[in-house]
């Protein structure tokens, strides 16, 4: 098992639902990402955070909403969402510094398989 | 062009033999890379990181790196069906994530 949990492990939601998902890293990093994996599909950058800020959101629609209240935990906040966002949702953490010493290898969590109806 | 590119496979290797993944990539800047392991229906699996050129050896694993050539491959020497997986090659070019490949599914046959 890694350092990075997520919860919930599944989820059924419908599109007039909101929903959250969880993530938490025990690692001491200080950067976290979260990525969409969709059925035969190649990973998804959809968010990145940076010592709790935003430092990239590769178009993602605003249905998605992300929030990192410190360097261990991030949320992604789900409201009306459609089917073809049915995925494997995953989070990751990375160390990433400015005075030596950052590793840039991220480590995932189990990731939450998210199902729209 | 793809930033990171792999053969989607599947490689078939017979157990015991040794499995040659492969991987380019585009960016003559980047710095560090990566392989993970995903098995179906779980989170990719960090198993190998290498940041120099030549050869960086764990255990059953070695991955290779020629920057010149702009190339890294794992090898995964008397491959087990439990390395039966989806390997995924990821490059780090300076930004702030990963910019991972498509992957290439390896099946080890009994």
């Known amino acids: 098992e890694t350092g990075v949990t997520q919860t919930p492990r599944h989820l059924v939601m419908g599109m007039t639902n909101k929903k959250s998902l969880k993530c938490e890293q025990h690692?001491?990093?200080?950067?976290m990402y979260w990525y969409k994996q969709s059925a035969k599909k190649p990973l998804e950058l959809m968010f990145v955070y940076n010592f709790k800020e935003q430092t990239e959101n590769n178009s993602v629609p605003s249905r998605f909403s992300p929030e990192c209240p410190n360097s261990s935990h991030l949320f992604l906040h789900l409201h009306t969402l459609q089917p073809e966002d049915s995925a494997l949702y995953l989070c990751a953490s990375s160390r990433y510094g400015t005075s030596g010493g950052e590793t840039y290898e991220q480590y995932f969590g189990p990731g939450t398989r998210l199902t729209v109806t | 062009q793809k930033e990171v590119e792999q053969n989607s496979g599947p490689l078939s290797v017979p157990e015991g033999a040794i499995a040659s993944l492969n991987c380019t990539y585009s960016d003559r800047g980047s710095q560090s890379f990566f392989w993970y392991r995903q098995y179906s229906g779980k989170s990719p699996e960090l198993i190998m990181f290498?940041?120099?050129?030549g050869d960086k050896e764990d255990g059953r694993f070695t991955a290779q790196l020629n920057k010149a050539s702009q190339y890294v491959s794992l090898l995964i020497r008397d491959s087990q069906p439990s390395d039966s997986a989806t390997y995924l090659c990821a490059v780090y070019t300076g930004r702030r994530a990963l910019t991972f490949g498509s992957g290439t599914r390896l099946q080890v046959q009994p």
């Open positions: 690692l001491g990093h200080n950067a």
């Open positions: 290498i940041y120099s050129n």
